[in-house]
């Protein structure tokens, strides 16, 4: 399962998640677990990361802060080779 650490209020997290919604059709099989850090503290408490959104795959962090679309789509893509 893909986990996305976010902020509802970051502009990065809002940027990456449009893209995320552009993207997501071309990956059904991938699980994703959306966490908003101040809604769920504990479960994000126990991550490894600074800058958010923040994106974990299998507990390995796979990237962290503000990201491109063409880096989200790598992340994806490598996501799904590993099905």
Do not use: W
Request: aromatic share 14%; proline share 5%.
């Amino acid at each position: 399962m893909l986990k996305i650490f976010y902020l509802k209020n970051c502009p990065y997290c809002k940027k990456a998640q449009n893209y995320l919604d552009i993207h997501r059709p071309d990956f059904p099989n991938i699980m994703i677990q959306m966490i908003e850090e101040n809604e769920e503290a504990e479960l994000a408490n126990q991550y490894d990361y600074y800058y958010v959104p923040s994106y974990f795959y299998n507990e390995e962090k796979l990237h962290e802060g503000a990201i491109t679309e063409e880096e989200l789509l790598n992340i994806l893509k490598s996501i799904q080779k590993s099905l």
